[in-house]
Structure formats: C-alpha cells, structure tokens
C-alpha cells in the first residue's frame, strides 16, 4: 500500500494561486494512477484531477483551464497548481493512489477568501 502526505494547502485571496504537493512512499508509486480529490463542508468528495502512470489528464469540469496535476515518478511526487482560484474552490483536498483509489493521505485544507 502506498503512504501518502499531502501539503501546501493555506489560506489564499480569489483570482490566487497554491500549488499543493503529495509525497509518496512505496515502490508501486510510478505504476500508479495518482489522483486529487476534494471534499468541501457539507458535501460529497469528488473528482478534481486524475494522472495516469504514462501521464494522460483528467479534471473536472469545475477546474479546468485552471488547475494542472502532474508527477514526478523520479521524487514520487504527485502536485496539483491551482490559479484562479474561486470561493468554491474552498475545500479539503486528498491525495490518492490508484483509480478507483486505494490509499488516501490525510488531506491538506484549502480556504478562498474574498
């Protein structure tokens, strides 16, 4: 199973950026499709972006244009670059190993204010 440790979450003015990084442990990280999922209060977790092993995209409707995951199999570093971002961008976001995922790290919390 791969371990899995998010940061670079905080607190950023709409229209800002973050870039949000997960480390990987684990020798089956490049073989893995990596993926960042997000859970806002009150609501379901979902889908934001998916990375393959050999590096196809995947996002959500909600961000794209805005946000760009890639890998780094050499570090075993999964990131996500949000800019633009919007109030509703507001959420906990997740790493994730495989698709469907089957590790989770503990989430790095991001906040869009006004």
């Known amino acids: 199973q791969v371990q899995l440790v998010e940061s670079g979450g905080g607190l950023v003015q709409a229209g800002g950026s973050l870039r949000l990084s997960c480390a990987a442990s684990?020798?089956?990280?490049?073989?893995?499709?990596m993926g960042w999922y997000r859970q806002a209060p009150g609501k379901q977790r979902e889908l934001v972006a998916l990375i393959t092993s050999g590096g196809n995209t995947n996002y959500a409707d909600s961000v794209k244009g805005r946000f760009t995951i890639s890998r780094d199999n050499a570090k075993n570093t999964v990131y996500l670059q949000m800019n633009s971002l919007k109030l509703e961008d507001t959420a906990v976001y997740y790493c994730?190993?495989?698709?469907?995922?089957?590790?989770w790290g503990q989430g790095t919390h991001v906040t869009v204010s006004s």
């Open positions: 994730s190993a495989g698709n469907p995922p089957g590790s």
């Open positions: 684990g020798s089956s990280f490049s073989i893995n499709a």
